[in-house]
């Protein structure tokens, strides 16, 4: 698991450095992403551009893994620690989509050194 470990930390750097193509380099080109705000996932590359460049625009989310363990079943489970914050650095106030701050479970799926779905557990 050294090596998903390794590219999974990388993809929350970028995330939280906002670099959406260094995300994507690595997800498969078909991945399915889990779709926090509105539920669903999203598939492919440019459908998970669009997802985050939207996130972005109204949220300011910041996440720290603090745990990864193997899920038994050819995933790899990270414990997140999450935060949403308004664009200002604020917490967040009567927001109507379903993202707060809160530890998480982030379920990865890879192949070949890239990400093809990822899911939220709302337990770790």
Known sequence: ??????????????????????????????????????????????????????????????????????????TTVVEVRQSIRDLDGKPLQGQTHGLRDKTVGHVFRLRGGKVTRFDIQDTV
């Open 1 to 74: 698991m050294g090596g998903d470990t390794e590219i999974l930390a990388r993809i929350y750097d970028r995330f939280n450095a906002r670099d959406i193509d260094g995300v994507l380099a690595l997800l498969d080109d078909d991945v399915a992403w889990a779709n926090g705000m509105d539920g669903g996932h999203v598939h492919g590359h440019e459908a998970v551009r669009t997802y985050w460049t939207r996130q972005w625009a109204i949220v300011s989310p910041h996440v720290e893994p603090v745990a990864f363990r193997d899920g038994g079943d050819g």
